[in-house]
């Protein structure tokens, strides 16, 4: 019996070694095809000594750091002429019988890599393209009001100023480029800048200005997009809309923007930050809708909120709200009858050098007499408009210095209704995250008017909705990624249980029916874009949207 046993293994042994050399071989071949089909000016790496270089290391995970997973290869890029060549030869190779070992090859574009459940990876049958130096050009232009959106979405009288972008330059260098060449601006930003254009594009774009502007999709007028035709195709809402509304918050499956032409205003020279206490959920919420529906005049530049914990945990609780360290937190001022958590209106007014710091004062004081805070429970710091724009850059590079910045991410973004966010905060914030989570809990409302509805993305139902974002840091001390991940899990089950209307924002799901219910009754309209723009449904596999084709799809 030792004797067969020996020999079972020893067979199965060599089966398994020739199982692999021949998988080598097919990759090897696939490698060569790719080489003298592409033809490119960038480089390719497929790390065939598993040395693990930076670029090919990088792009086996993201952010989120709860996926792995190994590409065929990745590509460094020259120009957009390189991207074509890509496409075309992934294309090329599924229709030509000499290239049946390339006939399922996908395509993953990376920007910074700040997606959080591998939505910009591939496996060994997929390559990455590296999109942080393609088009770095940054260019200021002018052109006449009537090439800006309307209906809800790309207008406002943002004037006749835009800055073309390459899709994968950082928000950072945009607002740098901008400012410090023109006193210049866009209107619409993320809390953190580090991400690409594109990136941002692909799913929408929120942060405090979004009340008033619009996400970010709502602030482009013009795009340059590689199809999954392999076709450059220039977008806008009179040209080609179709595709323009598709890539903006398409997740990447119709095409890889290349470039964007995106509304400038001037900017600011300083920020009056303000953060105030809320007690209660209803004050809170009443007064941050009061603030976004306010017109322009009577309110601020900026509303966002978040959730903490009533308690001196130094992550969660107390401590995080103060905007600078030589002010503390007198928790003496907040009620007997809180609860677990206590809220945080976070606010903003933008002014200018020339103007006097009495009448800034004055405007504050006027615009926040009537809300319902707790009196001496208000923080508030004066700084500039990039530090102000750049604050999230601070914490990244502490959290760097700490250890923690590349631990994994379980983050949960949600959009939810108006009419189940006092459930929601009931159910979840006062139950299932009454300890906090080791990061920030973001929640504040956003006005459905100001997002265009032709473009990819999938909103609640009613005028006001609220982005809920849970920013999960895994930390020494704190629970195991795991149960982080449960707990995310047991918030949804939560929702659909209670029949919350909510949205998944930055969504990530494992089945058709859960795509086909995020998109509920756009997602024929979903379909007929990818059909129409990427058939073989090569592009952004990481999603789980579609399955590659070797045929069109009809």
């Given at each position: 019996?030792i004797?067969y046993?020996?020999?079972?293994v020893?067979?199965s042994e060599?089966?398994?070694k020739?199982?692999?050399?021949?998988?080598?071989g097919?990759?090897?071949n696939?490698?060569?095809?790719?080489?003298?089909e592409?033809?490119?000016q960038g480089?390719i790496?497929?790390?065939?000594?598993?040395s693990?270089?930076?670029?090919?290391?990088?792009?086996?995970k993201?952010?989120g750091g709860?996926?792995?997973?190994?590409?065929?290869g990745?590509i460094?890029?020259?120009?957009?002429?390189?991207l074509?060549?890509?496409?075309?030869?992934v294309?090329?190779?599924?229709?030509?019988?000499?290239?049946?070992?390339?006939n399922?090859?996908?395509v993953?574009?990376r920007?910074?890599?700040?997606s959080?459940?591998g939505q910009?990876?591939?496996?060994?049958n997929?390559?990455?393209?590296?999109?942080?130096?393609?088009?770095p050009?940054?260019?200021?232009?002018t052109r006449n009001?009537?090439?800006?959106?309307?209906n809800?979405g790309c207008?406002?009288?943002?004037g006749?100023?835009f800055v073309?972008v390459g899709g994968g330059?950082?928000w950072e260098?945009?607002l740098?480029h901008c400012?410090?060449?023109?006193g210049l601006?866009?209107?619409?930003?993320t809390d953190y800048?580090?991400l690409?254009?594109?990136?941002?594009?692909?799913n929408?774009?929120?942060?405090g200005q979004?009340?008033r502007?619009?996400?970010?999709?709502s602030?482009v007028?013009?795009?340059?997009?590689?199809t999954?035709?392999g076709?450059?195709v220039?977008?806008?809402?009179?040209?080609n809309s179709?595709?323009f509304?598709?890539?903006?918050g398409?997740?990447g499956q119709?095409?890889?923007?290349?470039r964007?032409?995106?509304l400038?205003q001037?900017?600011?020279h300083m920020?009056?930050?303000?953060?105030m206490v809320?007690c209660e959920?209803?004050?809170?919420t009443n007064d941050?809708e009061?603030?976004?529906t306010?017109a322009?005049c009577?309110?601020?530049?900026?509303?966002e909120?978040?959730?903490?914990?009533?308690?001196?945990?130094?992550?969660?609780?107390?401590?995080?709200?103060?905007?600078s360290?030589n002010?503390?937190f007198?928790?003496?001022?907040i009620?007997?009858?809180a609860?677990?958590?206590?809220y945080?209106?976070e606010?903003?007014?933008?002014y200018r050098n020339g103007d006097?710091v009495?009448t800034v004062d004055?405007v504050v004081?006027?615009?926040?007499?009537?809300?319902?805070f707790?009196?001496?429970l208000?923080?508030?710091l004066?700084?500039?408009?990039?530090?102000?724009?750049?604050r999230?850059?601070?914490?990244?590079?502490e959290?760097?210095?700490n250890?923690?910045?590349?631990?994994p991410h379980?983050?949960l973004?949600?959009?939810i209704?108006k009419?189940d966010?006092?459930g929601f905060?009931?159910?979840?914030?006062?139950?299932?995250?009454?300890?906090?989570?080791?990061?920030?809990?973001?929640?504040?409302?956003l006005?459905k008017?100001k997002?265009d509805t032709?473009?990819?993305?999938?909103?609640?139902?009613?005028e006001?909705f609220?982005?809920?974002?849970l920013?999960r840091?895994?930390?020494?001390?704190?629970p195991s990624v795991?149960?982080?991940?449960?707990?995310?899990?047991?918030?949804l089950q939560c929702?659909?249980?209670q029949?919350?209307?909510f949205?998944l924002?930055?969504?990530?799901?494992g089945?058709d029916?859960?795509?086909?219910?995020?998109?509920?009754n756009q997602w024929?309209?979903?379909?007929?874009?990818?059909?129409?723009?990427?058939p073989?449904?090569i592009?952004a596999?990481?999603?789980?949207?579609?399955?590659?084709?070797?045929?069109?799809?009809?």
């Amino acid at each position: 019996m030792i004797a067969y046993l020996e020999q079972f293994v020893s067979e199965s042994e060599s089966n398994t070694k020739l199982q692999e050399e021949e998988e080598d071989g097919n990759n090897d071949n696939k490698k060569i095809l790719l080489c003298r089909e592409m033809d490119l000016q960038g480089s390719i790496d497929f790390d065939c000594n598993n040395s693990g270089s930076s670029n090919f290391a990088a792009a086996c995970k993201d952010f989120g750091g709860l996926n792995q997973s190994r590409p065929l290869g990745v590509i460094k890029p020259v120009g957009t002429d390189d991207l074509v060549r890509i496409i075309r030869s992934v294309i090329s190779s599924s229709s030509s019988a000499s290239s049946s070992s390339n006939n399922n090859l996908t395509v993953a574009v990376r920007g910074n890599g700040h997606s959080i459940n591998g939505q910009a990876m591939t496996d060994s049958n997929g390559l990455v393209i590296l999109m942080r130096e393609i088009n770095p050009r940054i260019q200021i232009v002018t052109r006449n009001h009537h090439n800006s959106c309307s209906n809800g979405g790309c207008s406002n009288g943002g004037g006749d100023v835009f800055v073309d972008v390459g899709g994968g330059v950082l928000w950072e260098d945009v607002l740098l480029h901008c400012y410090y060449s023109s006193g210049l601006a866009p209107r619409s930003w993320t809390d953190y800048l580090g991400l690409t254009v594109g990136g941002t594009l692909s799913n929408a774009g929120i942060s405090g200005q979004a009340f008033r502007y619009g996400p970010q999709t709502s602030n482009v007028t013009e795009l340059e997009v590689v199809t999954g035709k392999g076709e450059i195709v220039t977008c806008s809402e009179n040209q080609n809309s179709e595709l323009f509304f598709g890539v903006l918050g398409g997740l990447g499956q119709f095409g890889i923007i290349t470039r964007a032409r995106i509304l400038l205003q001037p900017a600011p020279h300083m920020v009056r930050w303000i953060r105030m206490v809320y007690c209660e959920f209803d004050d809170f919420t009443n007064d941050a809708e009061l603030l976004t529906t306010r017109a322009e005049c009577d309110s601020f530049d900026y509303i966002e909120g978040f959730v903490f914990v009533n308690s001196d945990d130094p992550v969660n609780g107390w401590s995080s709200v103060p905007l600078s360290p030589n002010k503390s937190f007198d928790e003496s001022r907040i009620p007997k009858t809180a609860g677990p958590v206590l809220y945080c209106l976070e606010v903003a007014l933008h002014y200018r050098n020339g103007d006097n710091v009495d009448t800034v004062d004055k405007v504050v004081s006027k615009m926040i007499g009537r809300l319902r805070f707790i009196r001496n429970l208000q923080f508030e710091l004066d700084l500039s408009y990039v530090e102000f724009l750049l604050r999230v850059k601070q914490q990244e590079e502490e959290a760097k210095a700490n250890g923690i910045w590349d631990n994994p991410h379980p983050w949960l973004n949600l959009l939810i209704s108006k009419k189940d966010i006092c459930g929601f905060d009931q159910t979840v914030f006062k139950k299932i995250l009454k300890d906090g989570i080791g990061g920030p809990m973001l929640i504040y409302p956003l006005l459905k008017s100001k997002w265009d509805t032709r473009t990819s993305v999938v909103l609640p139902e009613g005028e006001i909705f609220y982005l809920v974002a849970l920013l999960r840091f895994h930390l020494p001390m704190g629970p195991s990624v795991q149960d982080m991940i449960t707990q995310n899990q047991e918030i949804l089950q939560c929702c659909t249980k209670q029949g919350f209307d909510f949205k998944l924002y930055l969504p990530h799901y494992g089945s058709d029916d859960q795509w086909r219910s995020h998109f509920g009754n756009q997602w024929s309209r979903f379909v007929e874009r990818k059909a129409r723009f990427d058939p073989m449904a090569i592009l952004a596999p990481g999603q789980k949207i579609f399955s590659r084709h070797s045929d069109p799809l009809l």
